[in-house]
């Protein structure tokens, strides 16, 4: 990854700042123009300003530039900004044009103008770069500094003294701003990294969803197209063997048959309206269970005894969709597979838990005999009690009924 591509927003930083150095030369030569104090180095000295200014300015507002040099685009802008104000800093004396400008180079303002692209190197570069920026404008200011002084000791160690002192603040502040940006970008990439584990976990997800959809999917049309089709195809084998020695009793059978093949396309019908939308969307969940018992009730020629509350609020969605689901799995298993006559149906909340109960007075069965991972319907339970962190417990003897029970904890 390159510096540019790294820290995109410093460009127009740069464009910025070469734009009020270029204003500010603007300015002060405009001044200087209709002073008392104008002289020959004061316009130099600004005339030279402006043109490093322009030339700085220039070389930032030229996309052809950066697309040829790349990488090197940034540094050679520093370069451009660093050299020229130190040159201009000792312009009149090396020119040695006359000595009234020496209070104009006391309040030129160097340090603050090198400290911009002390910045930009310390918050797009390696510290290693700021500190050789550093060391490099210090050597420079150094190596001007000698002819400027024309042989007086004084004066050079003066200019050095000021030369050594801004350096030790510039690596100062440098470090810090190197620091603080090392940070910044170690935060910025644990954030992408998050920002990719939250993509993959959202994708997980989804596809868990679809798994557990499909799962219900397959339920449903177990409890519907499966055992018709399973029904009927007993019955016709029956037909086909009967229909010699016994054509009214194998007439009897297909009637049956028929009858059966009704019911199921009935049922079927049923189980794609209800995956189509749930009723827990229209109804809520307590008046959904309601509807679902006596749906099955009368269909079933079922004695219903229906105990439930009033309706329960703040559950989230995917509790309420497996008490739903749950009872409509456990009322159906009583009127197709239990052959009961009376279903009992409570729901009923005590503290933090939740519990749903469904009894039945059929054939029951040993649920220690029942081989949970060929049983799609209570292996649907259990993994709908599982998704919702709660505890399915099947109480049955064959002869006795069966009851199913699920309990869910719930926040109050």
Not at 66 to 92: C, D, E
Not at 201 to 229: G, I, V, W
Not at 269 to 290: C, H, K, N, T, Y
Request: charged share 20%; proline share 5%.
């Amino acid at each position: 990854m390159t510096h540019e591509t790294r820290e995109p927003s410093v460009l127009p930083v740069f464009r910025l700042f070469a734009l009020l150095w270029l204003g500010l030369f603007l300015l002060g030569g405009g001044i200087l123009l209709v002073s008392e104090a104008f002289s020959r180095s004061a316009l130099v000295f600004y005339l030279a300003g402006i043109a490093n200014a322009i030339l700085l300015l220039g070389y930032l507002l030229w996309p052809p530039l950066q697309r040829y040099l790349g990488t090197k685009y940034l540094p050679v802008g520093i370069i451009i900004a660093s050299i020229g104000p130190i040159v201009i800093n000792h312009l009149v004396s090396l020119l040695q044009i006359h000595s009234e400008t020496k209070s104009l180079l006391d309040t030129w303002p160097l340090t603050a103008i090198l400290f911009v692209p002390l910045v930009i190197v310390a918050w797009q570069h390696p510290l290693r770069d700021m500190i050789l920026f550093c060391l490099g404008t210090a050597l420079l200011d150094l190596a001007l500094a000698i002819p400027a002084a024309r042989g007086d000791q004084w004066t050079f160690l003066s200019s050095a003294h000021g030369v050594l002192g801004r350096t030790g603040s510039f690596l100062l502040v440098g470090y810090m701003v190197a620091r603080i940006m090392e940070i910044q970008r170690k935060q910025r990439q644990s954030l992408a990294e998050a920002n990719t584990k939250l993509t993959h976990y959202a994708t997980t997800l989804e596809q868990l969803a679809t798994t557990r959809e499909r799962n219900r999917l397959a339920r449903e049309l177990h409890d519907t197209l499966a055992h018709t089709l399973s029904a009927v195809a007993v019955e016709m084998e029956a037909v086909d063997s009967l229909w010699d020695v016994d054509p009214t009793q194998a007439r009897t059978l297909l009637q049956r048959s028929l009858s059966a093949t009704r019911t199921g396309l009935t049922e079927t019908r049923r189980a794609l309206q209800a995956l189509r939308s749930s009723p827990l969307e229209d109804l809520g969940l307590v008046l959904a269970i309601r509807q679902e018992a006596q749906t099955v009730a009368e269909r079933a020629n079922l004695t219903l005894d229906l105990h439930i509350p009033e309706p329960v609020d703040n559950l989230p969605p995917d509790v309420e969709q497996c008490i739903y689901r749950v009872a409509q799995e456990a009322m159906t298993n009583a009127a197709h597979h239990a052959q009961a006559q009376c279903v009992k149906v409570s729901l009923f909340r005590e503290g933090n838990r939740l519990t749903l109960a469904i009894s039945d007075d059929g054939l029951g069965f040993d649920p220690a005999a029942v081989d949970v991972e060929h049983h799609l319907g209570i292996r649907g339970m259990q993994e709908r009690a599982e998704m919702a962190r709660g505890t399915l417990e099947i109480e049955s003897e064959p002869g006795q009924g069966t009851t199913v029970c699920l309990t869910v904890e719930v926040k109050p």
